[in-house]
C-alpha cells in the first residue's frame, strides 16, 4: 500500500466553534506550513485542542457549552486530496463529499448531542473511523497515533520502506488461508462420509437392484399389462372381425369377390368405370390383409397369469421409485448415475486431502520464507529507526531518553511449524521509551510526560515523516520544561516537518513562535461582565508585539520589539518559502 505526501494542501482547513467553553464565536482558516498558536496561560489555548479532539470522535459533556446557551456547535472541514483511503472508506459509508469531508458536532445542554458527516447524521463510532488518520495529536491525547501499539507496526513498515514485501507476505498468507478452508471443508466431509458413503449406497443398491435399462420400458410395461388384463375381450373382437371379413356366408370378402365380375364388365365397356373397379380390387386386398392379421393374432392371444403379475410388479416398483427419485424412469436412471458419481467423489476425498496438504506444505514454505524476509528486514529497520530518533531526541534535549523498537513473534494466527503469522507477517511490534537514564523502557502512554511525548512524537515524525500519510500534526506541550538552544532545535524541526505536513503548534516560546509561517494569538477580553475567548491571525508589527509579549512579559520596551523583530527575522532566514503569513487566505476571527 503506497501512501501520499500531503505537500500541497493542508488536511485540516477551517475549524468554527461556539458557544463552547468560553468561547462564544471563532472562525479559524487554517493552511500549509507550521501554525504557532500563542497566548498568556488560562487564555483558552487548549479549548481549541479540546474543540478538534470532538471532530476526532472524543465523548461530548454537556458541561462545555458556554453559559447562557442551549447547545454548542464545533464544524471542522479537511481537505481529502491527498487521502484516497479516506475517500474510499466514506465511499463505502455511503459519506461521499467529493475532495472535503465536513465534520459537526452539536452538543445539546438538555437533549441528544448530533453528530453530522458530510451533512448526514450519523455515530460517533463512524466519525471514528472516518477521521483515523487524519491529525496526530501530541500530548497525553488517545488521537496521537504512535499511543496505539496496533500502529507501530505499520508506521515501521513505513520507515523501512517494506510495504512491497508486506503486500508478498500478504498475499502468500491469503494462499495459505485459502487452503486451510479447503482443508478444513474436506476433513469435515471425511468425518461425515461414513454416514453419508452408507445412506448413498444404500439408495443406489435399490436402484441398482431395479435393473433399470431404458427410460421407454414403463410404457412398454404398461402397454403389455393392458393387453394380458384384457385377454378374453382381445379374442372375442378379433373373433368378430375375422368372422364379419373372412368365415361368415355373407362375408366381406365374398360379397367383395361377388362385386368384382359385374363391374369388371362395365368397366369394358365403360372405361369411366375402370378405377372404381382398381379401388374394389384393392379393398378386397385390404380386407383379406386384415383378415388374416386378426386370425393370426387372435391365434396367438393366450392367458399368461404368471407374466401379468411380473409385469404388475415391476410397474408397482417403478411406482414406488418415482415417489423416492424422480418423476419420470429417465429421471430415476439420471438418479442413479449421480449417485454413482457422489460415490466416486466420496472414495476421492483422501486423495484430494493429501493433494491440498501438499500445496499448503509448499504454500507455507514460501510464506515462512517471504516472513522471515520480512522480520529480518524489520529488525535493521527498528535499528535504523532507533538510531535516526536517539540522534533526533538528543538534538531536542532529552540525551537521556532512548527508544526501543521490540519486535516479538506473534502468538495467534495461521500456523507455519513452530511459527505463527498474520496478513502482516510473523511479528508484532512495540514502541517502548525510556525518558531517564536507568530507567527499564515502558509503553509510551505510561512512561512519558505530556511534553517528552509531544518531544518524542516530534523526533518520530521528523523522521519518518515523508512516509506518514497523517496529514496534519499538531503539538501540544513540545516545548515544556526548555529553552535556549534545545527550544531552537524543536523549532527548527518543527519548520523541517512542516515542509511536508501541516503542523500546529502551540508553544509558550519565542524561539519557536518566530519559526511559524502562520501565527494564531489567543486571548480572553471581558465584554458586559463575560469573559470571551478569542482568536486573530497576527500579522506584521502584531506579530513583533506578541512575540515582545513572549520575551519580556507585560513590560514591552523599544528594546524588546527590535529583539522580537530580530528574531522573526531570524526565524524566516533560512527559509526557503516565503512566510505564508504576510499573505493569508483568510482571516481568523
Given at each position: 500500500m503506497?501512501?501520499?505526501v500531503?505537500?500541497?494542501?493542508?488536511?485540516?482547513?477551517?475549524?468554527?466553534?461556539?458557544?463552547f467553553a468560553?468561547?462564544?464565536?471563532?472562525?479559524?482558516a487554517?493552511?500549509?506550513g507550521?501554525t504557532?498558536?500563542?497566548?498568556?496561560t488560562?487564555?483558552?489555548k487548549?479549548i481549541?485542542?479540546?474543540?478538534?479532539?470532538?471532530?476526532l470522535?472524543?465523548?461530548?459533556?454537556a458541561d462545555v457549552?458556554r453559559?447562557?446557551?442551549?447547545?454548542?456547535?464545533v464544524?471542522a472541514i479537511f481537505d481529502l486530496?491527498?487521502q484516497?483511503?479516506s475517500?474510499?472508506?466514506?465511499?463505502?459509508l455511503g459519506?461521499?463529499?467529493?475532495?472535503y469531508l465536513?465534520?459537526?458536532?452539536v452538543?445539546?445542554?438538555n437533549?441528544?448531542?448530533r453528530?453530522?458527516?458530510?451533512?448526514?447524521?450519523?455515530?460517533?463510532?463512524t466519525l471514528?473511523?472516518v477521521?483515523?488518520?487524519?491529525?496526530?495529536i501530541s500530548?497525553?491525547?488517545?488521537?496521537?497515533?504512535?499511543?496505539?501499539a496496533?500502529a507501530?507496526?505499520?508506521?515501521?513498515?513505513r520507515?523501512a520502506?517494506?510495504?512491497p514485501?508486506?503486500?508478498?507476505?500478504?498475499?502468500?498468507?491469503?494462499?495459505?488461508?485459502?487452503?486451510?478452508?479447503?482443508?478444513?471443508?474436506?476433513?469435515?466431509?471425511?468425518?461425515?462420509?461414513?454416514?453419508?458413503?452408507?445412506y448413498l449406497?444404500?439408495?443406489?443398491?435399490?436402484?441398482?437392484?431395479?435393473?433399470?435399462?431404458?427410460?421407454?420400458e414403463?410404457?412398454?410395461?404398461e402397454?403389455?399389462?393392458?393387453?394380458?388384463?384384457?385377454?378374453?375381450?382381445?379374442?372375442?373382437?378379433t373373433?368378430?372381425i375375422t368372422?364379419?371379413l373372412?368365415?361368415a356366408?355373407?362375408?366381406?370378402i365374398?360379397?367383395?369377390?361377388?362385386s368384382i365380375?359385374?363391374?369388371?364388365?362395365?368397366?369394358k365397356?365403360?372405361?369411366?368405370?375402370?378405377?372404381?373397379?382398381?379401388?374394389l380390387?384393392?379393398?378386397?386386398?385390404v380386407v383379406d390383409?386384415?383378415?388374416h392379421?386378426?386370425n393370426?393374432?387372435?391365434?396367438?392371444?393366450?392367458?399368461?397369469?404368471?407374466?401379468l403379475?411380473?409385469?404388475?410388479?415391476r410397474?408397482a416398483?417403478f411406482?414406488?421409485?418415482?415417489?423416492?427419485?424422480?418423476?419420470?424412469?429417465?429421471?430415476?436412471?439420471?438418479?442413479?448415475h449421480?449417485l454413482?458419481?457422489?460415490?466416486?467423489?466420496?472414495?476421492?476425498i483422501?486423495?484430494?486431502i493429501?493433494?491440498?496438504?501438499?500445496?499448503r506444505l509448499?504454500?507455507?514454505?514460501?510464506l515462512?520464507?517471504?516472513?522471515?524476509?520480512?522480520?529480518?528486514?524489520r529488525?535493521a529497520?527498528a535499528?535504523?529507526?532507533?538510531r535516526a530518533?536517539?540522534?533526533e531526541?538528543?538534538?531536542?534535549?532529552?540525551?537521556g531518553a532512548?527508544?526501543?523498537?521490540?519486535?516479538e513473534?506473534?502468538?495467534?494466527g495461521v500456523?507455519?511449524?513452530e511459527?505463527?503469522?498474520?496478513?502482516r507477517g510473523?511479528?508484532?511490534?512495540?514502541?517502548?521509551?525510556s525518558?531517564?537514564p536507568g530507567?527499564?523502557?515502558?509503553?509510551?502512554?505510561r512512561?512519558?510526560?505530556?511534553?517528552?511525548?509531544?518531544?518524542?512524537?516530534?523526533?518520530v515524525?521528523?523522521?519518518?515523516?515523508?512516509?506518514d500519510?497523517?496529514g496534519s500534526?499538531i503539538?501540544?506541550?513540545v516545548?515544556?520544561g526548555?529553552g535556549?538552544?534545545?527550544?531552537?532545535?524543536i523549532?527548527?524541526?518543527?519548520?523541517?516537518?512542516?515542509?511536508?505536513?501541516?503542523a500546529?503548534?502551540?508553544?509558550?516560546?519565542?524561539?519557536?513562535?518566530?519559526?511559524g509561517d502562520?501565527h494564531?494569538?489567543?486571548?480572553?477580553a471581558?465584554?458586559?461582565e463575560r469573559?470571551?475567548?478569542?482568536?486573530?491571525?497576527?500579522?506584521?508589527?502584531a506579530?513583533?508585539?506578541?512575540?515582545?509579549?513572549m520575551?519580556?512579559?507585560a513590560?514591552i520596551?523599544?528594546?524588546?520589539r527590535a529583539?522580537?523583530?530580530?528574531?522573526?527575522?531570524?526565524g524566516?532566514?533560512?527559509d526557503?518559502?516565503?512566510p505564508?503569513?504576510?499573505?493569508?487566505?483568510?482571516?481568523?476571527?
Amino acid at each position: 500500500m503506497d501512501y501520499l505526501v500531503c505537500n500541497t494542501a493542508p488536511m485540516l482547513r477551517s475549524l468554527s466553534i461556539k458557544d463552547f467553553a468560553i468561547i462564544d464565536r471563532v472562525e479559524l482558516a487554517f493552511q500549509e506550513g507550521l501554525t504557532v498558536i500563542t497566548g498568556e496561560t488560562g487564555a483558552g489555548k487548549s479549548i481549541i485542542i479540546n474543540a478538534l479532539m470532538l471532530m476526532l470522535g472524543e465523548r461530548a459533556r454537556a458541561d462545555v457549552v458556554r453559559t447562557g446557551a442551549e447547545r454548542a456547535e464545533v464544524q471542522a472541514i479537511f481537505d481529502l486530496k491527498h487521502q484516497p483511503d479516506s475517500r474510499e472508506t466514506l465511499s463505502t459509508l455511503g459519506l461521499e463529499g467529493g475532495r472535503y469531508l465536513t465534520l459537526r458536532r452539536v452538543i445539546s445542554r438538555n437533549t441528544r448531542h448530533r453528530i453530522y458527516i458530510n451533512g448526514q447524521l450519523s455515530t460517533l463510532q463512524t466519525l471514528e473511523r472516518v477521521t483515523r488518520g487524519l491529525v496526530d495529536i501530541s500530548g497525553q491525547h488517545e488521537h496521537y497515533s504512535l499511543l496505539r501499539a496496533d500502529a507501530h507496526l505499520d508506521l515501521l513498515d513505513r520507515v523501512a520502506g517494506l510495504w512491497p514485501l508486506r503486500a508478498e507476505v500478504e498475499h502468500a498468507y491469503r494462499v495459505v488461508a485459502d487452503l486451510d478452508i479447503e482443508l478444513s471443508t474436506l476433513r469435515k466431509q471425511q468425518r461425515a462420509r461414513a454416514e453419508r458413503e452408507d445412506y448413498l449406497r444404500f439408495q443406489l443398491g435399490e436402484l441398482e437392484a431395479a435393473h433399470l435399462k431404458s427410460p421407454d420400458e414403463e410404457a412398454e410395461l404398461e402397454r403389455e399389462s393392458a393387453r394380458l388384463s384384457n385377454v378374453e375381450k382381445l379374442r372375442h373382437a378379433t373373433d368378430a372381425i375375422t368372422w364379419a371379413l373372412y368365415r361368415a356366408d355373407d362375408a366381406a370378402i365374398e360379397q367383395i369377390n361377388r362385386s368384382i365380375g359385374p363391374l369388371r364388365t362395365l368397366a369394358k365397356i365403360e372405361q369411366r368405370f375402370a378405377a372404381l373397379l382398381t379401388d374394389l380390387e384393392s379393398a378386397l386386398a385390404v380386407v383379406d390383409e386384415v383378415a388374416h392379421t386378426m386370425n393370426g393374432y387372435g391365434q396367438r392371444l393366450s392367458a399368461d397369469p404368471r407374466r401379468l403379475e411380473e409385469v404388475e410388479g415391476r410397474l408397482a416398483l417403478f411406482a414406488r421409485l418415482r415417489r423416492k427419485y424422480g418423476a419420470t424412469l429417465a429421471e430415476i436412471i439420471e438418479r442413479k448415475h449421480s449417485l454413482e458419481e457422489a460415490l466416486e467423489a466420496l472414495e476421492g476425498i483422501d486423495a484430494q486431502i493429501e493433494e491440498v496438504e501438499q500445496e499448503r506444505l509448499e504454500a507455507a514454505k514460501q510464506l515462512l520464507t517471504r516472513a522471515r524476509q520480512l522480520s529480518e528486514a524489520r529488525q535493521a529497520g527498528a535499528a535504523q529507526l532507533v538510531r535516526a530518533v536517539s540522534q533526533e531526541l538528543h538534538e531536542l534535549g532529552m540525551t537521556g531518553a532512548s527508544l526501543v523498537v521490540s519486535v516479538e513473534p506473534l502468538t495467534t494466527g495461521v500456523r507455519v511449524g513452530e511459527a505463527w503469522l498474520s496478513t502482516r507477517g510473523l511479528d508484532r511490534v512495540i514502541f517502548l521509551l525510556s525518558a531517564n537514564p536507568g530507567e527499564a523502557p515502558q509503553s509510551l502512554s505510561r512512561v512519558a510526560s505530556g511534553g517528552e511525548l509531544s518531544r518524542f512524537m516530534l523526533a518520530v515524525k521528523r523522521v519518518i515523516a515523508a512516509n506518514d500519510p497523517v496529514g496534519s500534526y499538531i503539538f501540544d506541550e513540545v516545548d515544556t520544561g526548555v529553552g535556549g538552544p534545545t527550544a531552537e532545535a524543536i523549532g527548527r524541526k518543527l519548520k523541517a516537518v512542516s515542509s511536508s505536513r501541516q503542523a500546529l503548534c502551540i508553544t509558550h516560546l519565542p524561539q519557536i513562535a518566530a519559526l511559524g509561517d502562520h501565527h494564531l494569538h489567543v486571548f480572553k477580553a471581558v465584554h458586559d461582565e463575560r469573559t470571551t475567548t478569542s482568536v486573530r491571525l497576527l500579522t506584521g508589527q502584531a506579530r513583533v508585539e506578541e512575540l515582545a509579549r513572549m520575551l519580556s512579559g507585560a513590560r514591552i520596551t523599544n528594546t524588546t520589539r527590535a529583539n522580537a523583530a530580530e528574531l522573526l527575522q531570524l526565524g524566516h532566514h533560512d527559509d526557503e518559502r516565503p512566510p505564508h503569513a504576510s499573505t493569508p487566505q483568510s482571516p481568523a476571527t
